[in-house]
């Protein structure tokens, strides 16, 4: 593994902590009931897909780097993977602030998009070697 699939394996490893540290917050801040239940399920919501979708990319990130696609392609598909989890995650948090919902819903959704993208260009390089 080389290149762009290497780097964004490391920013990926490297970011899992950082997730798990907020999911550890999350617990804190639930005990002490100083979010709404809004709140609560949207700040859950946001650290469960930074978790499980950072997991699909490392997971995509391994599949990419056996492919023969170029490097310009490589760099596009982790990109888009790297942007699609922080938005979709993201989109979550903005969620809590106050009348941010519809800004929240439109940022989740432009990660979905950006997510399909890196896995339809993933299958892309396994079916067309």
């Given at each position: 593994?080389?290149g ?15 997730v ?44 990419l ?49 950006l ?15």
């Amino acid at each position: 593994m080389h290149g762009p699939t290497q780097l964004f394996t490391v920013i990926a490893l490297v970011s899992l902590p950082t997730v798990m540290y907020g999911g550890y917050a999350l617990m804190g801040v639930m005990r002490e009931r100083k979010l709404t239940e809004h709140q609560r399920a949207m700040f859950r919501a946001g650290h469960a897909h930074a978790g499980v979708l950072l997991i699909l990319a490392l997971v995509a990130l391994q599949i990419l780097s056996r492919t023969t696609l170029s490097d310009t392609t490589l760099w596009i598909g982790c990109f888009l993977l790297l942007f699609g989890i922080l938005a979709q995650s993201g989109g979550f948090f903005v969620h809590l602030i106050p009348g941010r919902g519809r800004l929240g819903g439109r940022v989740t959704s432009v990660g979905a998009v950006l997510l399909a993208a890196a896995t339809l260009l993933t299958a892309y390089g396994v079916a067309f070697p």
